[in-house]
């Protein structure tokens, strides 16, 4: 079984500061990518890392996949409150298979 | 992007009875359906997963007489719940698209009491 580890688990920060937070395993995966959950709904897709070392913007969040492509981090600058809800990474293992492994989710509340 | 809608939104059924959720994809044709659990406060833990006109592939853990996956056609995939116990609450949240785009349903919240 492939496991992503999230850290932090829950995160509390003020509107304005910086955070980043880390997806981390001992596998290799093709692919990474990075969900926003909010109550109630399911998670929707942020964006998608494919080359180890790749880093992508959107707007104020940076994604960056690790060389090996065994981990990835999702910074965020000047953090809104708009921006509360669970981080999830997920991977998809080697081989083409398109079931994703998920990572154990970062809870994000950003205080106005 | 594609879209996959979950029917129902909510359910709350009494112990001992069965609970259907369907699955559906409404612009494209879903050969494969990914079947996810999530608890309160917690990650996605994938399920099963379905395939149409086949049977489904169960994760390690997952009784698959409990948990009945059928899909049936290229735009429905259903899970039933049976004998449903308070153990089973939970969000259930299906996942489809073309090959390399996937998309969440919106989940099903289902309380057992």
């Known amino acids: 079984t492939q496991l992503l580890e999230q850290s932090p688990q829950f995160l509390s920060i003020q509107e304005g500061e910086n955070l980043t937070v880390y997806c981390n395993s001992s596998?290799?995966?093709?692919?990474l990518q990075w969900y926003r959950q909010e109550p109630g709904e399911g998670p929707v897709l942020l964006v998608t890392?494919?080359?180890?070392?790749e880093v992508k913007k959107l707007k104020r969040l940076t994604f960056q996949f690790g060389d090996a492509r065994k981990d990835s981090s999702l910074h965020i600058t000047a953090a809104q409150p708009g921006d509360t809800g669970l981080y999830l990474c997920a991977g998809r293992p080697l081989g083409g298979r398109r079931a994703l492994t998920f990572g154990s989710g970062t809870r994000l509340q950003v205080q106005p | 992007g594609a879209v996959v809608s979950q029917h129902p939104s909510r359910v709350i059924c009494k112990s001992g009875t069965s609970v259907k959720i369907e699955c559906r994809s409404l612009d494209f044709q879903a050969t494969t359906m990914f079947w996810y659990r999530q608890f309160p406060k917690q990650s996605l833990m994938l399920m099963a997963t379905s395939n149409e006109g086949s049977k489904a592939t169960y994760e390690q853990g997952v009784e698959k007489d409990k948990f009945l996956i059928n899909h049936a056609s290229l735009t429905l995939s259903t899970l039933t719940v049976t004998s449903a116990h308070p153990e089973d609450s939970s969000f259930y949240i299906c996942?489809?698209?073309?090959?390399?785009?996937?998309?969440f349903g919106p989940g099903t919240r289902l309380t057992v009491t």
């Open positions: 596998s290799v995966f093709s692919s």
């Open positions: 996942r489809g698209g073309p090959f390399y785009e996937q998309y």
């Open positions: 890392v494919v080359t180890g070392g």
